[in-house]
Nanobody, 125 residues
């Protein structure tokens, strides 16, 4: 059974930085799959934040985080990262790691078949 476990969330002041990690275990190695970070703020729909293909060559970022967030992966350690800088109060949300159904980048959450439990990120103004 595939398990994704996020860590690294917390409370940070606006302008600060956090690095989220997503450790994968069980099932087929994540090196065969695209991975992504999603977030969901209270009262809002879940949205994709960033995605990366199976070998890390291709990435995608939502316009709202472009230039501030960086997604990366270490397939040898079955871990995906989200480096977040210049954080804003509107970045406050629960952040989820997800594994795609194949190696490509997917933009729709329905194309991701494994999800972590989420980690809370709170940015104070």
């Amino acid at each position: 059974q595939v398990q994704l476990v996020e860590s690294g969330g917390g409370l940070v002041q606006a302008g600060g930085s956090l690095r989220l990690s997503c450790a994968a275990s069980g099932g087929t190695l994540i090196s065969r799959y695209g991975m992504a970070w999603f977030r969901q703020a209270p009262g809002k729909d879940r949205e994709i934040v960033a995605a990366i293909n199976l070998n890390g060559v291709s990435t995608y970022y939502a316009d709202s985080v472009k230039g501030r967030f960086t997604i990366s992966r270490d397939n040898a350690k079955s871990t995906v990262f989200l480096q977040m800088t210049s954080l804003k109060p509107e970045d406050t949300a629960v952040y989820y790691c997800a594994r795609s159904s194949d190696g490509a980048i997917k933009y729709n959450g329905l194309m991701y078949n494994y999800w972590g439990q989420g980690t809370q990120v709170t940015v104070s103004s």
